[in-house]
């Protein structure tokens, strides 16, 4: 049951990779730490080994000589990133920018409050306070962005306009 449950994570961090373009660091590092009770260096370790063609080889491989790779898990985690990132790609043409934007930014917040509202890694405990950070950054982001002036779109380069960074 525990490779099924590996693979149906893996689907699902898949799935959000397909629509937002983020998966290694970003959900499979907490989610192996908070869901399957992985160390800091073991999720590290075997989300770059998940990631490697071509990425993360050679950081992998140091993790696995240090013993934080759990092979069998990167097997059954990549299949369903595999999976899931297909699945997940091919929602993004039928979704607004502004959606995939918004749930991008939910979906960073909501993993910064969960390390530093909950530093110890309690499942229990790390849930509510930052799932209610999040609404509330979000309905005071909403708040003030309506306030604010349109932004100037700004002609393209070339002929007389020029811009310097």
Known sequence: ???????????????????????????????????????????????LAVLIPPIGIFAALVYYQHGYVRLPVVGFIALGF??????????????????LRVAFGMLLLYLGFSFVFNPRGSQSAMALPSGIATLAVLVIARLFRRGAPPTKTLPPPGGDQNYHI
């Open 1 to 47: 049951m525990f490779w099924l449950w590996l693979f149906i994570f893996g689907v699902a961090v898949g799935v959000v990779s397909g629509l937002l373009g983020i998966g290694g660091g970003v959900l499979l590092v907490p989610g192996l730490m908070l869901l399957f009770r992985f160390s800091q260096a073991e999720a590290q370790g075997s989300s």
């Open 82 to 99: 595999m999976v899931g990132a297909y699945v997940g790609a091919r929602f993004v043409p039928h979704l607004s920018p502004e959606f």
